[in-house]
């Protein structure tokens, strides 16, 4: 413990106060494997919350895959390879017809940069429309479009945003079709605005799980409808994968592959490498070659043999493990489990899923659905003690976001569902005394 202590006063010193850390009690973990993490003191947490390693901490398959080509070649990608036509041509399969052609970065913040030139390259225009709590990524361009976080976002000129879509708590008391409408109709605000300052409307930016948002329950018929009016106004549909892709979702491989409209730039990264700083964009080949043709585009550390190698070991890991179905099944139980709890536990005011991604939405009075941020809070620090690794999300951060490896079964999930009823039972009485 006093080592521990030693390394939190080390690290403030080092890297000051305000570099992000979980938990009231931060966590020191040394070890992963599967689904669990161990930390100093060698208790054992579920980890229900990180994406990154998708196909399961220190996956062996990747793990080898690493450190075999490590072992033979790594260079950047200014000479013919295999690795990276092999990697880029079975990825590029994942997606619909039209979008065949890929570029590759570190981060989803460069992915995301990218994207965002090559849409403004394309189609001449400099306006992004975005949500009014949008995450994308921490570069300058991509900090202009952190609506919920970022002070860039707040002076810049080139951006303007639309409320969140979100059916649980609906614009104006509206539902169904009439809410979608409602949306889109916000989205058209927002280009008419852009129009009014002369702006041009480059593009549409959004994770197509709403993500960052709180996991939304879209309106039906709201993305496609948005969509259009952006590309009526001349600009492109950009889907922000970084967190929402890989087959989580289970039914498909991409989280765009829900909606009735296929984008014509996606970016990827996080789960893609398995932790390997592995990130990209996949586009229409007529925006990528008129993009590339006039500004050369190359990233050092993009695309090597060996993040090729490791990306095609987590496509492995996925497909010869059954992971997307797993996903589906383990889903669909966790999904049956929390929605049990939310008859059994006032808090728990909303319950969504998509595959393997959750989010319960704790609320102080369901009737007016205040969010109960500091009840959300407690929970996650609650089951961080006893063991399960969640963490928050949303506006008001009152949403509990349980994300966990692919690997996750439903012993796990079992462990989750008992974990998060003892927490949420001694919440609920703390609350009472
Ligand atoms: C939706 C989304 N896009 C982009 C990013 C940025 O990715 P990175 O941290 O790899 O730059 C994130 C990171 O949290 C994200 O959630």
Redesign the pocket.
């Known amino acids: 413990m006093a080592d521990h202590q030693d390394l939190l006063a080390r690290r403030y010193r080092v890297m000051g106060h305000h570099s992000p850390l979980f938990y009231d009690k931060p966590l020191q973990l040394v070890r992963g494997e599967g689904v669990w993490l161990w930390d100093a003191e060698g208790k054992r947490y579920l980890d229900v919350y990180n994406n990154v390693p998708h196909v399961g901490h220190c996956n062996p398959r990747v793990v080898e895959a690493l450190s075999r080509q490590a072992s033979t070649l790594n260079i950047h990608t200014r000479y013919l390879h295999n690795n990276i036509v092999d990697y880029l041509e079975r990825l590029t399969g994942t997606f619909n017809p039209g979008l065949e052609m890929a570029m590759l970065t570190c981060?989803?913040?460069?992915a995301?940069e990218l994207a965002l030139r090559m849409a403004r390259f394309c189609t001449g225009g400099q306006g992004i429309i975005v949500t009014d709590f949008a995450?994308?990524?921490?570069t300058e361009a991509v900090a202009e479009i952190g609506t919920g976080f970022m002070p860039e976002a707040r002076t810049t000129r080139r951006v303007k945003s639309f409320p969140i879509p979100d059916s649980y708590r609906p614009l104006d008391g509206l539902a169904g079709e009439a809410l979608a409408d409602a949306y889109a109709d916000r989205v058209q605000q927002a280009i008419d605005e852009f129009h009014a300052e002369g702006i041009k409307v480059a593009g549409i930016l959004v994770?197509p799980d709403f993500?960052?948002e709180g996991l939304l329950n879209v309106p039906t018929g709201f993305l496609e409808k948005a969509v259009a009016k952006v590309r009526q106004a001349g600009g492109v549909f950009i889907a922000?994968e970084?967190?929402?892709g890989f087959g989580r979702s289970g039914k498909h491989f991409w989280a765009h592959q829900w909606y009735d409209v296929t984008p014509d730039i996606v970016?990827l990264?996080?789960p893609m490498g398995n932790g390997h700083p592995l990130?990209g964009v996949v586009a229409r080949p007529d925006m990528i070659e008129a993009f590339s043709k006039e500004a050369m585009y190359f990233n050092t550390f993009g695309g090597t043999p060996v993040s090729c190698a490791v990306g095609m070991a987590v496509l492995d890991a996925l497909e010869e493990d059954n992971l997307m179905q797993n996903a589906i099944t383990t889903g669909a139980y966790v999904t049956e489990g929390l929605r049990k709890l939310q008859q059994k536990h006032e808090l728990i005011g909303d319950v969504r899923d998509l595959g393997l991604f959750f989010g319960v939405e704790l609320v102080t009075d369901r009737h007016s659905r205040a969010p109960a941020k500091v009840m959300a809070r407690r929970v996650i620090n609650l089951m961080r003690d006893q063991g399960v690794l969640i963490s928050t999300i949303g506006v008001h951060d009152a949403i509990l976001k349980l994300r966990p490896p692919m690997p996750f079964q439903i012993e796990h999930a079992d462990i989750l569902l008992h974990t998060l009823d003892t927490v949420l039972t001694q919440v609920a009485v703390k609350e009472v005394v």
Do not use: F, L
């Not at 981060?107 to 460069?110: A, I, K, L, P």
């Not at 995450?135 to 921490?138: E, L, P, Q």
């Open positions: 981060t989803g913040s460069e995301n995450y994308h990524g921490n994770c993500a960052n922000d970084v967190q929402a970016t990264g996080k990130a």
